[in-house]
């Protein structure tokens, strides 16, 4: 199935790698840069002044001489009253250099030099180059099923954030114009991700009944998010920028963000991993959100041990870069084994196949111009003259041009044949349903057979068809294979401009049931009356033809990608199909109703009629009126009058047997040919649906449950004596004799036609 516009996908993929690219080649530029100014310590601003929290062994300020706790005074006689002056100051220094530290230990001052310069960082970088690839991969991967899943967009544009982040240029100096920018983006950043992230994990593997009832939970999560994030953004702008200072300080709103917010929001996506991992009913789901969790431990447990020190108002350790990318590497591995190994989304046989026709084209195409490049120097060597060889050439390209198409098409072929045999049976099976479907003649028949067999394929508790019904299309049960009562509503009509209709007819493609209930409640009704899990539209002519309706799968995963291009391939040839059928029964069967036209059923009763006067058979004919049927369509509106007619319609054709014949006759008239029957038999028949018609109760959405009453009038070949030059319309007046005789006599009654001479 298409994943959505090329250029939308483009821009997805593309704009981000650019974007990725360029930072991670600042980033290197940047510590390569700021590694000459660094001493390898951590400064931090206590009520004393500036003093020396972390120190790293082996480095300049180690080896110089210098501790933590010592409280740096001035550099290279610059007096140090915040982090930020030293951060100016060592915009400064020069890779080599000795540089003068003014401390106080003790109490006591003293000068130390420090000669400046650190190593490059190239297992940091290395690690952090990887780190962010396979976020940006996760992306990717998730950019998929971007106009599928709310969880892929969720998951494509945290893990776009979490890999900009790890390649934002970090070793770079507050103080300069490019670290305020590194450093703003990163509060940013950090407050995004902790609203996406928390959503992200409550939706694995899927929403749970909680969030669906309290919605406000995720604005909760992006509203903190944002706060603490924008706070820490807006004090840096305002200290550094600005030279402004808030309420709180840069120290503050970072403590704030660093050592309570990045903690809690750890704890607070391990919480919800792991509560659906305990919880969920489904093996897999468990799996999946188990892995996802095994992901989110690793970056959580160092957040929440450093916030843990720092409440107990211990000195925190340096945390080297390497560190953050490993257990950050952590989570997209995670997700990976998900994905691929449990299904977190449906993306592998997409990715598989996506990677396999990529390699193949690559392949393909690298081999195109070697032969190119071999075939014309052979033949340029072999032909003598110039002008020859540039023949040869141009012969020799114009040829594998021509045989580049057929050969990718007949490798793709041989790969879908050996590397994805399921998805050849399953396509097989539904061509193969598809051209069978015209073999059913009637559209009640190819209805029953497409709902049956589209359970078997797929995998499916159960199949619905809806079919538009003419002029206006409202939608009718057409076929299902769900087990009804024989009071069960089977008729009732949905209107073509129900606002899920018309967002199914908008997307054409298949969709959530639970998204077009939505929509109203009188589709939803319908849905949940047909245990719907999925909608697939039948589309003809950009016009809602039918929809067929999938219950849930009977392994209760959700439908594949492969799944729902199938589904929809068939759609739209079954629409074809349908639409054929009605167009060609239409001149023969009512829309509404679905039995025969007045003209056809009037060509049926002259058939019978000739063959019982040429072999002396019995004939009969009865003529059925809904009684006070006007009163139900001004009370209750034309579409409730649909709706009854349909169901008489349906009860009536249920009572025929074989031979015989039921046609719409009037407005609310029917009339009904029994060939094989005398008087007394039709007799017989009519009061038998005229007792079931009296029996029947109809829902209808504008009232109460409706019952009503038959009038039938029957006449047979005998009620016309022996005259020979009787035709098929005597048999009807008959019968609309005998109608009139029961409606004068109180209605809901049966009637027969006198014998001649009565």
Same mark, same amino acid.
């Not at 009605?582 to 109703?593: K, M, V």
């Not at 007792?691 to 029947?696: H, K």
């Given at each position: 199935m298409s994943i959505g516009p090329p250029l939308r996908r483009v821009g997805l993929a593309l704009a981000p790698a650019v974007a990725l690219v360029l930072l991670v080649a600042l980033q290197a530029r940047e510590a390569d840069r700021v590694s000459g100014h660094r001493v390898g310590f951590d400064l931090e601003l206590r009520a004393e002044g500036v003093e020396i929290s972390a120190l790293t062994e082996g480095l300049p300020a180690a080896r110089a001489g210098l501790a933590i706790g010592d409280r740096l005074i001035a550099v290279a006689g610059r007096p140090i009253a915040v982090v930020l002056d030293y951060d100016q100051q060592a915009e400064r220094f020069e890779r080599g250099r000795l540089v003068v530290f003014t401390i106080e230990r003790g109490g006591v001052r003293r000068d130390v030099a420090v000669e400046v310069g650190v190593p490059l960082p190239r297992l940091e970088l290395a690690l952090n180059a990887v780190t962010v690839a396979l976020f940006f991969a996760l992306a990717l991967l998730a950019s998929l099923r971007w106009s599928h899943d709310l969880r892929a967009r969720l998951l494509w544009a945290y893990s776009l954030a979490v890999a900009l982040e790890y390649a934002l240029p970090m070793e770079t100096l507050n103080a300069s114009r490019l670290g305020v920018l590194t450093n703003l983006s990163f509060y940013l950043l950090t407050?995004?991700?902790?609203?996406?992230?928390?959503?992200?994990?409550?939706?694995?593997?899927?929403?749970?009944?909680?969030?669906?009832?309290?919605?406000?939970?995720?604005?909760?999560?992006?509203?903190?998010?944002?706060? /603490?994030? !924008? #706070? +820490?953004?807006?004090?840096?702008?305002?200290?550094?920028? @600005? &030279?402004? =200072? %808030?309420?709180?300080?840069?120290?503050?709103?970072?403590?704030?963000?660093?050592?309570?917010?990045?903690?809690?929001?750890?704890?607070?996506?391990?919480?919800?991993?792991?509560?659906?991992?305990?919880?969920?009913?489904?093996?897999?789901?468990?799996?999946?959100?188990?892995?996802?969790?095994?992901?989110?431990?690793?970056?959580?447990?160092?957040?929440?041990?450093?916030?843990?020190?720092?409440?107990?108002?211990?000195?925190?350790?340096?945390?080297?870069?390497?560190?953050?990318? /490993?257990? !950050? #590497? +952590?989570?997209?591995?995670?997700?990976?084994?998900?994905? @691929? &190994?449990? =299904? %977190?989304?449906?993306?592998?046989?997409?990715?598989?196949?996506?990677?396999?026709?990529?390699?193949?084209t690559s392949a393909l195409v690298l081999v195109f111009y070697a032969a190119l490049g071999a075939g014309g120097a052979l033949f340029a060597g072999a032909v003598e003259g110039g002008h020859r060889s540039v023949w040869v050439v141009a012969g020799a390209t114009l040829l594998l041009g021509l045989l580049f198409s057929p050969l990718r098409t007949r490798l793709e072929g041989w790969i879908d044949r050996r590397f994805f045999p399921e998805r050849g049976a399953l396509r097989r099976r539904v061509i193969a349903l598809a051209t069978e479907l015209p073999a059913h003649g009637k559209l009640a028949r190819m209805g029953e057979h497409l709902a049956a067999e589209t359970c078997r394929i797929f995998e499916v508790d159960s199949a619905t068809i809806w079919i538009a019904a003419p002029p206006v299309g409202q939608l009718m049960n057409l076929a299902t294979t769900r087990a009804t009562s024989p009071d069960a509503e089977q008729t009732l009509l949905i209107a073509p401009d129900d606002p899920g209709?018309?967002?199914?007819?908008?997307?054409?493609?298949?969709?959530?049931?639970?998204?077009?209930?939505?929509?109203?409640?009188?589709?939803?009704?319908?849905?949940?009356?047909?245990?719907?899990?999925?909608?697939?539209?039948?589309?003809?002519?950009?016009?809602?033809?039918?929809?067929?309706?999938?219950?849930?799968?009977?392994?209760?995963?959700?439908?594949?990608?492969?799944?729902?291009?199938?589904?929809?391939?068939?759609?739209?040839?079954?629409?074809?199909?349908?639409?054929?059928?009605?167009?060609?029964?239409?001149?023969?069967?009512?829309?509404?109703?679905?039995?025969?036209?007045?003209?056809?059923?009037?060509?049926?009763?002259?058939?019978?009629?000739?063959?019982?006067?040429?072999?002396?058979?019995?004939?009969?004919?009865?003529?059925?009126?809904?009684?006070?049927?006007?009163?139900?369509?001004?009370?209750?509106?034309?579409?409730?009058?649909?709706?009854?007619?349909?169901?008489?319609?349906?009860?009536?054709?249920?009572?025929?047997?074989?031979?015989?014949?039921?046609?719409?006759?009037?407005?609310?008239?029917?009339?009904?040919?029994?060939?094989?029957?005398?008087?007394?038999?039709?007799?017989?028949?009519?009061?038998?649906?005229?007792?079931?018609?009296?029996?029947?109760?109809?829902?209808?959405?504008?009232?109460?449950?409706?019952?009503?009453?038959?009038?039938?009038?029957?006449?047979g070949r005998e009620s016309l004596g022996p005259d020979t030059r009787a035709r098929a319309r005597a048999l009807i007046a008959a019968a609309d004799e005998a109608l009139y005789l029961a409606k004068r006599r109180g209605r809901n009654r049966v009637e027969a036609a006198p014998p001649p001479g009565a």
């Open positions: 407050g995004l991700q902790m609203g996406l992230d928390l959503h992200l994990a409550s939706l694995i593997p899927d929403r749970p009944r909680w969030l669906a009832a309290r919605p406000w939970i995720v604005r909760l999560y992006y509203v903190v998010g944002g706060l /603490l994030g !924008g #706070a +820490a953004a807006a004090t840096l702008l305002a200290e550094v920028v @600005f &030279r402004r =200072h %808030l309420p709180w300080s840069l120290t503050a709103a970072e403590e704030l963000l660093l050592h309570w917010g990045l903690p809690l929001w750890g704890l607070g996506v391990a919480g919800l991993l792991g509560h659906r991992f305990a919880t969920h009913p489904d093996r897999r789901g468990r799996l999946q959100a188990g892995f996802v969790l095994l992901g989110v431990l690793p970056w959580t447990a160092v957040v929440a041990f450093l916030g843990a020190r720092q409440l107990l108002g211990l000195t925190n350790p340096a945390v080297p870069g390497s560190v953050w990318a /490993l257990v !950050g #590497a +952590a989570y997209p591995i995670a997700v990976f084994v998900a994905i @691929f &190994r449990h =299904h %977190l989304f449906d993306l592998e046989w997409v990715m598989r196949r996506s990677v396999l026709y990529g390699a193949l209709l018309r967002l199914l007819a908008r997307s054409g493609k298949p969709q959530p049931a639970g998204t077009l209930a939505r929509q109203g409640a009188a589709l939803a009704q319908r849905l949940g009356e047909a245990g719907a899990d999925l909608a697939v539209p039948l589309m003809a002519r950009d016009r809602l033809a039918g929809v067929v309706l999938l219950g849930p799968k009977r392994s209760r995963q959700r439908f594949s990608s492969e799944e729902l291009d199938l589904l929809e391939l068939l759609a739209q040839h079954a629409a074809t199909v349908f639409e054929n059928a009605r167009l060609f029964d239409s001149a023969t069967y009512e829309g509404l109703t679905g039995l025969y036209r007045r003209e056809a059923i009037l060509e049926v009763l002259d058939r019978e009629w000739s063959r019982a006067v040429r072999y002396d058979r019995p004939l009969a004919v009865a003529v059925a009126d809904l009684d006070r049927f006007k009163e139900i369509n001004d009370r209750h509106g034309h579409l409730a009058g649909d709706v009854v007619l349909q169901r008489v319609a349906g009860e009536l054709r249920g009572q025929l047997r074989e031979a015989d014949f039921i046609g719409r006759f009037g407005g609310e008239e029917f009339l009904i040919v029994l060939p094989e029957s005398a008087s007394e038999g039709a007799r017989a028949f009519a009061e038998k649906i005229r007792q079931r018609i009296e029996e029947l109760t109809i829902p209808i959405e504008s009232g109460p449950t409706l019952r009503l009453t038959l009038s039938i009038g029957v006449a």
